[in-house]
């Protein structure tokens, strides 16, 4: 086995449970867009071309409540303004031909940034970390959208996700990935910072914008988003 075949195969072991998982939310979502009445070609779509998480949840049960179409697209995009800081987190990585940023921009989810930044924090080898992304957001990306088909055609023998405790599985993956790149002590004070300002301001505000809330960590010590992500 190849140097560059080791740490490719050991990014795709360690991301495969987590492939799964996202496989049975994406089961959900399926099965709940379909029985809320979107027909099949649609809910696939959503998954392959939107690719949101959250976001596809709040679309279908937007339209299920007959709200405007505004409201859906400007719902959508403060849940997923967290993309933002990604992709300041991740410019080096993606740096590249057009098509590569395209493409990545696509698969940038919490997951596939968790596992990229755990790779940088290990090693600091961009080629590696840039290997980690796109293994992880393609397994990522092909498990839900299997997940989404088997939901939509199978319809109501997924159940509910949070039965499976998956509402807590990606937390706390995403908790155990980032934690080894909290090395320093100011980066622990910026992390502890932010979740307590998303954890305070989240009842209060619409879906997704307390945890861009968070970035207000940043500012409280002494750093700002982007020179944090080029120092990091």
Request: no cysteine.
């Amino acid at each position: 086995m190849t140097e560059n075949a080791r740490p490719a195969q050991g990014a795709f072991s360690a991301v495969v449970p987590l492939g799964l998982a996202m496989a049975l939310v994406g089961a959900s979502f399926g099965a709940l867009a379909t029985g809320s009445g979107l027909p099949l070609v649609k809910v696939v779509a959503l998954s392959a071309i939107l690719y949101a998480g959250g976001a596809q949840f709040l679309v279908v049960a937007a339209v299920a409540a007959g709200a405007a179409p505004a409201a859906v697209v400007i719902g959508g995009a403060l849940l997923n303004a967290r993309h933002l800081p990604y992709g300041l987190v991740l410019a080096d990585v993606l740096a590249g031909r057009w098509w590569t940023r395209v493409i990545g921009a696509h698969l940038m989810t919490d997951e596939a940034t968790a596992f990229t930044t755990a790779e940088l924090a290990r090693h600091g080898d961009v080629a590696k970390a840039r290997r980690t992304f796109f293994i992880a957001g393609t397994t990522l990306f092909v498990g839900w959208n299997v997940g989404t088909l088997i939901g939509a055609v199978g319809g109501d023998l997924v159940g509910d996700p949070n039965a499976f405790g998956l509402d807590a599985a990606f937390p706390a993956a995403l908790l155990a990935l980032t934690a080894a790149s909290m090395r320093a002590r100011l980066d622990r004070r910026v992390a502890l910072l932010g979740a307590a300002v998303a954890v305070v301001l989240t009842p209060f505000l619409p879906a997704g914008v307390g945890v861009l809330a968070g970035l207000l960590g940043l500012i409280a010590a002494g750093r700002d988003p982007v020179r944090a992500s080029e120092t990091s």
